[in-house]
């Protein structure tokens, strides 16, 4: 028998694929997405970077005031002298930390009530511009109230005093922030979550005792106390945490 085949026997042995194996082969399985996490996100990293350049360079341009601010965060001080005036590079560090404690409470509020798997930058931007609003429709609606039923040197003294809790809440909150990002476990998470919450409600009540010493010095002045928290503190407040869910469910 001779050991070469032929060509009829070649054409045999050829298996013509069907249109089932056809198909079977030009399956693909996609695997599942990588959800969106702070940590996979690199514009996080850039927010927290230029936040904490914000902060040595307010720091930097003037720190007399905050080691002062510090020292009387318990006290009511009018200043103590006429020549004793807010100088321009105290301004530029004030600002400069009253955008660094709003960017940090942003970021951090975003983290907290974002319950999706997307993080966005401009989600996270529509955060820091509404906390910008908010502190600026304060500032002239702690103006108009003190036109009508406060004196102007107090209606000062309380808004250096609510700044300044403002920009410690800051520095207190960044390093949770930081730990918050970066350590990825669900029970440390809530810790910090705890830990922030805690901080913000003692900053809201030490605030709250603050006013009461600057301004309650007859029994009308809690009245008018009590409109002003109910006016600029409370309800603010609520309609914010709302104007942050309605982002967050529209973007």
């Given at each position: ?13 050829i298996v013509v694929p069907n249109d089932t194996m056809l198909t079977t082969a030009t399956i693909r399985y996609d695997g599942n997405p990588i959800q969106s996490t702070a940590i996979t996100e ?52 004030r600002f400069l930390l009253t955008v660094f404690a709003t960017g940090v409470i942003s970021l951090y509020l975003y983290l907290h009530l974002n319950v999706g798997n997307t993080l966005s930058l ?130």
């Amino acid at each position: 028998m001779p050991d070469t085949i032929t060509n009829q026997q070649f054409s045999d042995t050829i298996v013509v694929p069907n249109d089932t194996m056809l198909t079977t082969a030009t399956i693909r399985y996609d695997g599942n997405p990588i959800q969106s996490t702070a940590i996979t996100e690199n514009w996080v990293f850039g927010v927290v970077f230029i936040l904490f350049l914000f902060m040595i360079i307010a720091v930097n341009r003037s720190y007399n005031w905050i080691v002062e601010a510090f020292r009387n965060l318990s006290k009511v001080r009018n200043r103590s002298s006429i020549f004793s005036k807010t100088t321009a590079e105290e301004y530029q560090s004030r600002f400069l930390l009253t955008v660094f404690a709003t960017g940090v409470i942003s970021l951090y509020l975003y983290l907290h009530l974002n319950v999706g798997n997307t993080l966005s930058l401009t989600v996270f931007i529509y955060f820091f511009m509404a906390g910008l609003i908010f502190l600026f429709i304060k500032t002239h609606l702690m103006n108009l109230v003190a036109y009508v039923f406060l004196e102007p040197e107090l209606l000062k003294t309380a808004k250096e005093n609510y700044f300044n809790i403002i920009s410690f809440l800051g520095f207190l909150m960044y390093p949770l922030l930081i730990l918050r990002l970066y350590i990825n476990t669900d029970i440390d998470v809530k810790i910090f979550d705890f830990i922030a919450v805690i901080l913000s409600l003692s900053a809201l009540i030490f605030m709250t005792i603050k006013l009461f010493r600057i301004f309650l010095h007859k029994i009308l002045d809690f009245f008018h106390l009590m409109l002003y928290l109910c006016t600029l503190e409370i309800l603010p407040l609520i309609g914010m945490f709302q104007a942050y869910k309605l982002i967050i469910k529209e973007f």
